[in-house]
């Protein structure tokens, strides 16, 4: 990580207390772009998505999921050849690789959709950044969503590691690095240190998405991309959205 993401790291112990309380700040709303420079690599689609309706669709889909009326979109041959031709997804996900929280299926969308990027504990590091670059400057995804869930076992192992002071076994170690300032900072939060943990991590990863690239800040500033978080209930399906 840069020294720029230790800054972060330090802005968000600061102000966390703060933000696990009121999750309802820092929200932008996208504006339609100009015309695509990288159409080349884009799917032919007709109108520029905005990072509110962006979200609006995660929403919808995450609906039909909860309700189990799934609808699958895009999963057809037509689809399928259509996005042989490009990708234009309309939201960037960063979630837990965790096996019960898949993307495409707790949204109910389909193939060109969402562009996902995976990793336990949906931490943020130089690899993750790079990719959700990838997706906003090249692709154009308008939103960007940290996605994490209940009972996470990244974080919960991050948890018991600090609180034990055991060693991590294997490379599990720079899981833990990543999500201790999310453990800190929810330490004195009142209730369930894990669950805290989950939503301080959340926090944490939309924090580093905002202030650890120069390249996602001004896209922001330009209201051309918009970064929300998510949080999965493993028995309801449900995804609150923290913005
Ligand atoms: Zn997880």
């Known amino acids: 990580m840069s020294s720029q ?43 520029k998505i905005e990072a509110s309706e962006a979200l609006e669709m995660l929403i919808e889909g995450n609906q039909r999921y909860v309700e189990f009326h799934l ?21 960037i996900i960063v979630g837990c690789a965790d096996s019960r929280v898949p993307p495409e299926v707790v949204f109910d969308q389909g193939l060109g959709d969402l562009f996902v990027v995976r990793i336990a504990g949906n931490i943020i590091d130089d690899a993750i950044l790079g990719s959700v670059e990838y997706a906003a400057e090249h692709l154009r995804a308008p939103l960007v969503m940290v996605l994490g869930h209940e009972n996470c076992g990244a974080v919960k192992a991050t948890v018991e590691i600090l609180e034990t002071g055991a060693a991590a076994p294997g490379h599990i170690g720079s899981l833990v690095k990543a999500i201790t300032p999310a453990v800190q900072a929810a330490k004195s939060a009142k209730g369930d240190v894990v669950n805290n943990a989950v939503t301080a991590n959340v926090l944490w990863g939309m924090m580093q998405l905002k202030s650890a690239s120069p390249i996602l800040t001004e896209l922001i500033h330009k209201h051309e991309l918009m970064v929300v978080g998510g949080r999965y209930d493993l028995d309801t399906g449900e995804v609150a959205v923290m913005r």
């Open 5 to 47: 993401s230790h800054f972060s790291r330090r802005s968000f112990l600061k102000t966390s207390g703060l933000a696990l309380s009121a999750l309802a700040v820092g929200a932008r709303v996208g504006v339609p772009r100009k015309s695509a420079a990288f159409s080349d690599s884009m799917s032919p689609r007709a109108e």
């Open 71 to 91: 609808e699958h979109p895009h999963q057809t041959e037509a689809r399928l050849l259509e996005v042989s031709k490009g990708q234009s997804p309309f939201a």
